[in-house]
């Protein structure tokens, strides 16, 4: 299998056992809560104005989180789904709303949304795993689901963790 790596943030999904990966998911919501907490007044700033804030880190990070759930629940009830692929637009139109978002209301749905991805591929057993689908040309099994979502999630993690220096080395 090959798994999730970034060489931009290092993230590298095989170094995460089976447990390790569903732990590290499911502390995903406190690792988001303590971020925005940390923001604090510039949690809808943006550090430029092509990157996102905070709070929008954080709302993309869950709406993320929330499609791997949906995935990971048609790969486990479906034989091998087809999903034609998510449209720019689709993405954009969402996004637009993100600045606005309730920074508790996101991390604790984002806190929901990656327990429940966890519990799903836990409570299904490896085995499963190797279930998938297919979203336009590109087949993910469940391990990658995961991978992917953690890495999304840890990769903005650090994405806003710059964002914060860049803002208060400025003020």
Excluded: N
């Amino acid at each position: 299998m090959e798994h999730e790596k970034c060489s931009a943030c290092g993230f590298d999904g095989a170094r995460y056992d089976d447990e390790e990966l569903l732990a590290a998911l499911r502390g995903l919501g406190p690792t988001w809560k303590h971020v925005l907490d940390e923001a604090g007044t510039y949690l809808r700033v943006r550090p430029e104005p092509d990157v996102w804030s905070a709070i929008e880190y954080a709302a993309h990070s869950r709406d993320v989180t929330a499609l791997h759930v949906y995935g990971v629940e048609q790969a486990l009830s479906r034989d091998e789904p087809v999903f034609p692929p998510i449209g720019d637009d689709l993405v954009e139109s969402v996004a637009a709303r993100y600045g606005d978002a309730d920074p508790e209301q996101v991390a604790t749905e984002l806190g929901s949304q990656s327990s429940l991805l966890a519990d799903l591929a836990g409570a299904a057993g490896r085995e499963a795993w190797a279930r998938g689908l297919t979203i336009g040309d590109s087949r993910s099994d469940i391990r990658r689901l995961l991978e992917h979502s953690l890495h999304d999630s840890l990769h903005h993690v650090g994405d806003v963790e710059v964002g914060l220096s860049r803002i208060t080395r400025r003020v």
